[in-house]
């Protein structure tokens, strides 16, 4: 089936309803079957089984930032891959010389991140 | 009906622009502007520019968004949620608000060259492959130097997220 236009977007918002429907019916099912005998441990935030301590509102580390920010960099080098992808047959070599150019520059920002050691994990 | 659309997400991406504005508290605010965000993508879908619309998606909705949240952890909310959102410089916010919108209305709206065919045009781009086809044809040819100086723009990015996250390590030392 061929569709052109706007009506092409239509199995987009299919999937959008499904997905939305999905969740919403989980959490109204749960509603309605579920027992309700609220007590203040069962209210209270779930933190892996530990007594939960202090507010959510808490600040947190800036290496959760970095984090962010080098998913952001890397998230926009995936996105330059999808016309490449596109446009790949047409122009060929030169085209694969340019995205090794722009990764390789971009992977000395992984290698700076990685020697840095913003990708370990400490507190 | 593509009015009809346009009218339903720039409504509700209005609406909810004005909840990022408005809201007491800044998660709230946080996923009003995913929903503003949001609509804007749709809206570039309207427009046939689907390349736009992915990365209005990807790296606004997704990433830019991950970043605002952190960045609201790195703060403490609950000194800034009982703060005087409406204070006395909203009176001047609004007249400049105002004289802002008129310039657009009056200045730049009559000026600007609207597309006077927009059917004939759109035929043009799905002969030649498409937009995004035509976008990256020329991001990869014309633009060459534009599109591997953007990758430089991130190294600097990275390098500056990675070196400013050790220099505000817990500790005060640059580790």
């Known amino acids: ?123 | 009906m593509v009015k009809l659309i346009f009218i339903i997400l720039a409504g509700i991406g209005v609406i909810a622009a004005l909840m990022v504005v408005s809201l007491k508290n800044v998660v709230h605010s946080a996923f009003c502007l995913i929903i503003t965000l949001f609509c804007v993508g749709c809206i570039f879908v309207l427009l046939h520019a689907e390349f736009l619309a992915a990365t209005q998606i990807l790296i606004y909705v997704g990433a830019i968004m991950v970043l605002v949240i952190f960045a609201l952890m790195l703060i403490d909310s609950r000194e800034t949620a009982n703060d005087r959102r409406f204070h006395h410089q909203s009176q001047w916010v609004i007249i400049v608000g105002v004289i802002l919108a008129l310039e657009i209305v009056i200045f730049i709206i009559p000026k600007s060259k609207f597309i006077v065919n927009p059917e004939k045009m759109i035929a043009q781009t799905a002969e030649a492959g498409g937009n995004t086809q035509l976008l990256a044809r020329y991001l990869f040819t014309d633009y060459l130097f534009a599109f591997e100086f953007a990758s430089l723009i991130i190294l600097v990015a990275v390098v500056a997220a990675v070196f400013l996250g050790k220099r505000l390590s817990p500790t005060g030392k640059r580790e």
């Open chain 1, 1 to 123: 089936m061929l569709l052109s236009g706007l009506s092409s977007y239509i199995p987009v918002l299919v999937f959008m309803a499904i997905s939305g429907a999905i969740g919403f019916l989980m959490l109204l099912i749960g509603r309605l079957w579920r027992p309700s005998h609220p007590y203040k441990e069962k209210l209270s935030p779930y933190e892996c089984g530990i007594e939960p301590e202090g507010d959510a509102w808490e600040r947190v580390i800036p290496r959760y930032y970095v984090y962010a920010m080098l998913f952001l960099a890397f998230d926009v080098e995936a996105l330059f891959l999808f016309p490449w992808a596109i446009v790949f047959d047409k122009i060929g070599w030169f085209a694969f010389i340019e995205m090794v150019l722009f990764i390789i520059v971009l992977l000395i920002g992984l290698v700076y991140a990685w020697a840095k050691g913003a990708l370990d994990w400490r507190y």
